[in-house]
């Protein structure tokens, strides 16, 4: 399993800054699955930062991305309800 570490800074702060857009947007918790599917597609298929031209057709590299995504999303929300 890949560390948050794996994310360079230019891709953590994308993903930060996608963060900020959707963050008063959340009603429930149902709605935490479709906000980080929205921030995911935003910054990997919108940012060239986020290079997935080496994928394969399983997707592995978008796997990783999307779960390295979420659990820096997860961070971020821990680390906002400590502030």
């Known amino acids: 399993m890949l560390s948050i570490n794996a ?3 230019a ?3 994308v ?3 996608e ?3 959707h963050l ?3 009603k429930s918790i149902f709605d935490v699955d479709y906000i980080v599917d929205e921030i995911f597609d935003t910054c990997v298929m ?12 399983a997707g592995d590299l978008a796997t ?8 820096f999303l997860e961070e971020l929300s821990e680390l906002e309800e400590v502030a």
Not at 46 to 57: M, P, V, Y
């Open 46 to 57: 919108n940012h060239s930062i986020f290079d997935l031209s080496q994928d394969n057709e």
């Open 24 to 26: 008063n947007s959340s």
């Open 11 to 13: 891709q953590k702060n």
């Open 64 to 71: 990783s991305y999307y779960q390295l995504v979420y659990d």
């Open 19 to 21: 963060y900020r857009v």
């Open 7 to 9: 994310l360079t800074e």
């Open 15 to 17: 993903i930060k800054n």
